[in-house]
């Protein structure tokens, strides 16, 4: 799917709209495409707001595709050079007042994605990001009832460590 995006804040509504669409008519889970419509708003919104230094309309396009394990979101626009992937993890331990401004957006699409590359060719910035959607491909095939085990608790003797119970059993 083709998307073509004004450098206009209200186009962020359209390309949701869009995404939606993209993501029902590919059977994506409800929650991949939830991540998926947060990584685009954060890129899309992004460039909308700082990748032109004048005051025209440009253009840019995001273009989705699936295969059978992952989405690839594709965003280039010709605005002024800037490889989101060099500022490097932002300070998440101090408090809001003494951060620094900036960063947390391109941190949250890595933690939502599986992979992000950028480019600057022929004057573009190119955006390449991966979201593995095959965990949930395994899910809907699986048969009933192990969906429904899928998200119960552990039994005490199956947790993650291993160790018996606070009953000793």
Known sequence: MLIKVKNNIDEIAT???????FCAENNISEQKAYDIAVIIDELATNII?????DAQEHTFSITLEKDSKQVRIHLVDDGVEFNPLQNGTPDLESSLDD???GGLGIFLVQQLSEKVNYAREEDQNKLD?????????EQDQAPESE???QGAEPKPEQNKDNKKDEKGE
């Open 15 to 21: 390309i949701c709209d869009e995404v939606k669409k």
């Open 49 to 53: 707001s700082y990748a032109y230094d």
């Open 99 to 101: 951060r620094k401004i």
């Open 129 to 137: 990001v991966l979201v593995n959607v095959s965990e949930q491909q």
């Open 147 to 149: 969906q429904k085990d």
